[in-house]
């Protein structure tokens, strides 16, 4: 996102920056670095990979859609032509469109206001108050999070590899945040 965020906004990335977002990347890596090699399988990272390029580069230019449009009416937008883009696969695939048993309309509808719609509409909310890199570190959140989430709700383990990554993750946010500042008074 930092990057596509320097191309296209011009926005400027220091070398603390750089850095810290290298050792995020690089804690994210360590986080699941005991699942990575157990499986063997190299498609789903690259898959992962692959999603993190398209969802920064989607960040990017919608944050400036949201400035323009509203957050509102961007992901509005965003949901539409995306649901749209699915439908063929859904119907190719005859996989359920649009009926669904009624049991589970609480959780779709937890999901689709809550998890989703209000979701990305306080990420590019937040997006335009702070940028595009300082947004990014949100990325690195993500799997953290959702590894202790995991160990508190369904009792997944939580390793060393998770321990030393998310320390890895918080070092590589906070010189993204603070490393400017840090290099300033230093020198």
Do not use: D, N
């Given at each position: 996102m930092a990057l596509f965020s320097a191309i296209i906004e011009k926005?400027?990335?220091?070398?603390?920056?750089?850095?810290?977002?290298?050792?995020g990347l690089i804690g994210i890596f360590v986080c699941f670095a005991d699942k990575l090699g157990a499986a063997g399988d190299i498609i789903s990272?690259?898959?992962?990979?692959?999603s993190a390029v398209v969802y920064g580069l989607y960040t990017v230019l919608g944050r400036g859609s949201a400035m323009r449009l509203g957050s509102l009416k961007m992901n509005s937008y965003s949901f539409i032509f995306g649901s749209l883009?699915?439908?063929?696969?859904l119907l190719v695939f005859k996989k359920p469109t649009f009926l669904f048993p009624a049991a589970v309309l609480p959780q779709v509808l937890y999901l689709a206001v809550f998890?989703?719609?209000?979701?990305?509409?306080?990420?590019?909310?937040?997006?335009?108050l702070i940028g595009a890199s300082k947004g990014s570190l949100t990325f690195f959140l993500k799997p953290v999070l959702a590894s202790i989430i995991a160990a508190v709700f369904i009792n997944e383990p939580i390793?060393?590899?998770?321990?030393?990554?998310?320390?890895?993750?918080?070092?590589?946010?906070?010189?993204?945040?603070f490393g400017d500042k840090a290099l300033k008074r230093g020198g």
């Open positions: 926005e400027k990335i220091s070398t603390s920056k750089i850095f810290g977002l290298i050792i990272p690259l898959l992962a990979l692959l883009a699915l439908l063929p696969f998890v989703t719609g209000l979701a990305y509409l306080t990420y590019f909310l937040g997006l335009q390793t060393p590899y998770l321990i030393f990554g998310t320390l890895l993750v918080i070092a590589g946010i906070a010189m993204v945040l």
